[in-house]
């Protein structure tokens, strides 16, 4: 649904990520309009940033840093859907329990970090 924006096989990607299996982390869940809205506030920040002039003239290597951020962003909102989810059956199991709060807090380190070497390259 976001490929064009995420790349292709955003899903996985973004289960990866999380070590989220397809059982707990479906597709409608990584496409609901909330956890995307909430990804791209998060990468607005970036974009106000920068003068539309200087974004015009996104290098390659630069869009697909931009790219992995917003999956990371992404990635991040995911983990409070999460906590919910595996904290009622069947996913209150053993198996999905991991520290989502901790997981969201890397995530979103790791897209800004991104975002930040983006900055600095151009």
Partial sequence: MYEEYLGEGYHET???ILGADQDLLPNSIVDADLNIS???MMMAAFFEQKPMTVMSKIT???????TKAALYYLAAVLCVALKSRTAVPPFNTFRYKKDWEKKRKKCADKGNKLLMR???MG
């Fill in 118 to 120: 983006v900055l600095l």
């Fill in 60 to 66: 390659e290597a630069q869009d697909k840093l931009i």
């Fill in 14 to 16: 973004a289960r990866l």
């Fill in 38 to 40: 909430a990804m791209k």
